[in-house]
Nanobody
């Protein structure tokens, strides 16, 4: 079964850290661009961090300097390290994979909840 599965979410205090994992099964991430999105209650889904197979990364301005996306092809997993978490980072975080060659194929995970609260 071709899918991505997120894990690592939870409840953390402001200033704390979490590492999210996006584990791929049924395909190799080496030919997929993989990004992290998030959706807070009442808000649209937004891009948090994007990572291409060529190593290019980009971040939302709100997380620059605090979040780091990393790709580990040997583990077929992409991580999102989140440091200095803030209340406004509370959201469901989703992994999104897009195959780089035709036919295009894209996959969403089921999401993992991150709650930042004291």
């Amino acid at each position: 079964q071709v899918q991505v599965v997120e894990s690592g979410g939870g409840l953390v205090q402001p200033g704390g850290s979490l590492r999210l994992s996006c584990a791929a099964s049924g395909f190799f991430i080496s030919v997929y661009d993989i990004s992290w999105y998030r959706q807070a209650p009442g808000k649209e889904r937004e891009l948090v961090a994007g990572g291409s197979i060529g190593g290019k990364v980009n971040y939302a301005n709100s997380v620059k300097g605090r979040f780091t996306i990393s790709r580990h092809n040997d583990k077929n997993t992409v991580y999102l390290q989140m440091n200095n978490l803030k209340h406004e980072d509370t959201a469901v975080y989703y992994c999104y994979a897009v195959r780089i060659y035709e036919p295009r194929l894209d996959l969403w995970g089921q999401g993992t909840q991150v709650t930042v609260s004291s």
